[in-house]
């Protein structure tokens, strides 16, 4: 699988790794064994780059991951999880003191001395302008509990400000065929600065694999039945903050695009993959296929310019006018 580089954090990651949200909770049931199948068949597709958080499962995505990494020794894989969602959203949380207590836990239940890179959970925009904040992330660098840190964002003004630090190494963010914001300033801004962009909620929490319609039901523990209007977090999160009925007619519109040879979902992550600036998309999987699937977008030649073209225009005529000033 091809390679690109979080230049701050100086590792590689294969382009198309595994959001291991789905492995935690809040995607309907998935058993232990069904996670473990996701994590296999994923790494030998060529995934090296996985990422995850203390608050998916309450450590159940992180603790599965573990067992993962002890079963594979000299896996060289580099797995990315978060903290700060565990407790209310406060700035005055992110402190040193909880910064070691958050790290001592995924340490844990990774079950490594130092963790790969660990990302802000999409705290506060207070947070970002306090610098204690990033001197306490550096003090974990300097204790080798972290060897790396990043953030996860909501906006793209939170992302700007992130990116001018000069300690954070990655940025992730929601970006897809729904929404093309982070194109305009993000994305040339975080490749000017080294800085590794993670590609998040890249199907629009499943809207753009094309298996759903009107009549599509999701499970009560599933978010996109309980958050579909922000309810338990930001509505952004949950089909992209796009209105189902208007993704759908927007997948409708591109499907006829998609040909032989691949899947919707594939020309969707394959578009990301095309974006300059992208270091990784982290799709979920639920099931071994899917993941397998997933990976192998990386071998499919990038979209034509007519297709990226039809995207974008897809992308302004149906979908711009209710997301592209939100976030």
């Given at each position: 699988?091809?390679?690109?580089?979080?230049?701050?954090?100086?590792?590689?990651?294969?382009?198309?790794?595994?959001?291991?949200?789905?492995?935690?909770?809040?995607?309907?049931?998935?058993?232990?064994?069904?996670?473990?199948?996701?994590?296999a068949a994923a790494v030998d597709s060529g995934?090296?780059?996985?990422d995850t958080a203390d608050v998916y499962g309450d450590g159940r995505s992180e603790r599965l991951i573990g067992r993962f990494l002890r079963e594979r020794p000299g896996h060289g894989l580099t797995v990315a999880t978060k903290m700060g969602r565990r407790v209310p959203q406060t700035p005055e949380a992110y402190t040193l003191d909880n910064f070691r207590a958050w790290t001592d836990r995924s340490r844990a239940n990774l079950?490594?001395?130092?963790?790969?890179?660990?990302?802000l959970h999409c705290p506060p925009t207070a947070v970002f302008a306090d610098d204690r904040v990033f001197d306490a992330?550096?003090?974990?660098?300097?204790?080798?509990?972290?060897?790396?840190?990043g953030v996860s964002v909501e906006t793209c003004d939170q992302a700007l400000t992130a990116i001018a630090?000069?300690?954070?190494?990655?940025?992730?963010?929601?970006?897809?065929?729904?929404?093309l914001k982070p194109l305009d300033r993000v994305l040339p801004a975080a490749s000017a600065a080294g800085v590794g962009i993670i590609a998040r909620v890249p199907l629009a929490?499943?809207?753009l694999s094309g298996r759903y319609d009107e009549h599509t039901t999701f499970p009560a523990n599933d978010h996109r039945n309980f958050n579909r209007h922000?309810?338990?977090?930001?509505?952004?999160?949950?089909?992209?903050?796009?209105?189902?009925?208007?993704?759908?007619?927007?997948?409708?519109?591109?499907?006829?695009?998609?040909?032989?040879?691949?899947?919707m979902a594939q020309f969707a992550l394959r578009w990301i993959l095309d974006q300059p600036g992208v270091t990784v998309v982290i799709p979920g999987a639920r099931d071994a296929e899917q993941a397998r699937r997933n990976a192998a977008t990386a071998d499919l030649p990038p979209l034509t310019g007519a297709?990226?073209?039809?995207?974008?225009?897809?992308?302004?005529?149906?979908?711009?006018?209710?997301?592209?000033?939100?976030?």
């Open positions: 699988m091809e390679q690109r580089s979080f230049g701050r954090l100086g590792r590689h990651a294969g382009i198309v790794g595994l959001g291991a949200w789905q492995l935690g909770a809040d995607w309907g049931e998935v058993s232990e064994s069904a996670a473990m199948d996701v994590l995934v090296t780059f996985l079950g490594v001395d130092t963790l790969d890179l660990v990302q992330l550096d003090t974990l660098v300097a204790e080798r509990r972290i060897a790396g840190y630090r000069p300690g954070v190494a990655s940025v992730q963010i929601i970006l897809n065929a729904v929404r929490s499943g809207l922000g309810e338990s977090f930001d509505v952004g999160e949950t089909f992209s903050g796009v209105d189902y009925d208007l993704g759908l007619a927007a997948v409708r519109r591109l499907s006829p695009l998609v040909g032989d040879g691949r899947t297709e990226l073209a039809a995207v974008r225009e897809t992308y302004d005529e149906l979908i711009r006018p209710q997301v592209h000033d939100r976030w």
